[in-house]
């Protein structure tokens, strides 16, 4: 028809598709880890634009911690990735509670 709009196309709905932990190259999933090993966390995300950030929560192992929130970008296949360590063996990290002798 003469004057008619376009159809307007929907928005495009974001989610995440799938989360895993990898090796620091995200090759490999994990099956396990050492204490305060670096490892690789790869979120597959649909609806997202390249280099936009997708919010990642990781709970610590107290239930009454709250979670740390990452921002990894998202790339031009939708995949974001990221180096995680835990809190407590990142540099700069408060030392254990032992009395010091």
């Not at 296949?77 to 063996?89: T, W, Y």
């Amino acid at each position: 028809m003469l004057g008619s709009r376009p159809p307007e196309t929907p928005p495009v709905k974001k989610a995440t598709l799938s989360i895993r932990w990898t090796d620091t190259e995200f090759r490999e999933a994990l099956t396990g880890m050492f204490p305060c090993d670096v490892i690789g966390l790869e979120v597959t995300t649909t609806g997202y634009a390249p280099n936009e950030p997708v919010e990642v929560k990781i709970s610590g192992e107290l239930e009454e911690e709250p979670p740390e929130i990452f921002f990894p970008l998202v790339n031009h296949q939708g995949i974001a990735r990221m180096l995680f360590q835990a809190p407590e063996c990142r540099e700069g990290a408060r030392e254990t509670d032992e009395p010091e002798n």
